[in-house]
C-alpha cells in the first residue's frame, strides 16, 4: 500500500512557471519508479512524465519535452513536477501515480489552470 498526496495546483498566466508536488508515505518510496498524469473533463488521463526509482531515468511526453522536468528527493519521499513557459492548453487536473506489483496507486489530484 502506498498513499500519494499531491499540492502546488494553481492559478497561473500563459508564461509562467509552477511546481507541482507529491508526497508518499505506506511504502519504501525509493523503490518506487513515480509518474505524473493529468486530465481533463471528459478525456482519459494522458501521461506527461515519469522518473524512475533512483532518479537517474526521465521519460516526457512530447507536448511537454523541453517545458517540463521530473524530479524526485528519496529521503524526503518526494515527487516533483517543474512546470515553466505554461500554456492554456496545460490545464488540467494533476495526478501522481506509482505501481507496485502492478496495482496503480493515484493520489487525488492537484488543479492548474492556465490562463491566457
Known amino acids: 500500500q502506498v498513499h500519494l498526496v499531491e499540492s502546488g495546483g494553481g492559478l497561473v498566466q500563459a508564461g509562467g512557471s509552477l511546481r507541482l508536488s507529491c508526497v508518499a508515505s505506506?511504502?519504501?518510496?525509493?523503490?518506487?519508479?513515480m509518474g505524473w498524469f493529468r486530465q481533463t473533463p471528459g478525456n482519459e488521463r494522458e501521461f506527461v512524465a515519469a522518473?524512475?526509482?533512483?532518479?537517474?531515468?526521465?521519460l516526457y511526453a512530447d507536448s511537454v519535452k523541453g517545458r517540463f522536468s521530473i524530479s524526485r528527493d528519496n529521503a524526503k519521499n518526494m515527487v516533483y513536477l517543474q512546470m515553466n513557459s505554461l500554456k492554456p492548453d496545460d490545464t488540467a487536473v494533476y495526478y501522481c501515480?506509482?505501481?507496485?506489483?502492478?496495482?496503480?496507486?493515484w493520489g487525488q489530484g492537484t488543479q492548474v489552470t492556465v490562463s491566457s
Open positions: 501515480k506509482t505501481e507496485i506489483s502492478r496495482r496503480e496507486y
Open positions: 505506506g511504502h519504501t518510496f525509493s523503490a518506487l519508479p
Open positions: 522518473v524512475t526509482w533512483n532518479g537517474k531515468s526521465t
